[in-house]
């Protein structure tokens, strides 16, 4: 593509991908009557199921991804495609992937200290101070509207016994 506007192109197509992703894995794939992946109960919106989110989670990234390329395709200004960074992709990446596996054996909180702190480490501008603010705020959030708002049982303390019998660390 040498007209348009490369970067906001594959953006676009990067957006359509991941929704389209989205959609594929909540709904399922059928061929005739064979189910080649299956999906997940879709629900109502009265009483969603597992792929009801994910599923319109994704139509919206994919129409949104279409637009973009449409939008790109149609700009005037020929921007080229500037080097792909990814050590930001794996930092926020390993940060979530960290998150997943530490929230049970030390608790939402550190775990979520971990995850805005490597995170912010995959920015160019990363400043200790702001990020542990940032991070604190967020986990008392967090910690507010899913454990204490929504109720969810999410983990607080580390997974040592003598922490589990603390009143603090159970909901």
């Not at 992946?37 to 199921?49: E, F, K």
């Not at 921007?79 to 997943?100: D, R, S």
Request: hydrophobic fraction near 55%; aromatic fraction near 12%.
């Amino acid at each position: 593509m040498k007209k348009g506007n490369q970067t906001d192109f594959w953006s676009g197509v990067m957006f359509t991908a991941i929704g389209v992703l989205f959609l594929v894995v909540a709904y399922g794939v059928k061929f005739g009557d064979t189910v080649l992946l299956p999906g997940y109960s879709m629900g109502t919106p009265a009483r969603m199921g597992p792929a009801f989110f994910p599923f319109w989670l994704g139509l919206i990234l994919a129409v949104l991804g279409v637009a973009i390329v449409i939008n790109a395709l149609r700009s005037k200004e020929a921007k080229p495609l500037e080097k792909f960074h990814w050590g930001p992709i794996l930092w926020v990446l390993g940060a979530v992937v960290a998150f997943g596996l530490l929230m049970k054996p030390i608790g939402m909180p550190l775990a979520g200290l971990v995850l805005v702190i490597v995170s912010s480490l995959g920015g160019e501008n990363f400043r200790w101070k702001p990020t542990i603010f940032l991070a604190i705020g967020l986990v008392v959030f967090a910690t507010g509207v899913f454990v204490y708002g929504l109720k969810l049982p999410i983990p607080l303390c580390p997974d040592i016994s003598n922490l589990q019998d603390m009143r603090a660390c159970r909901v």
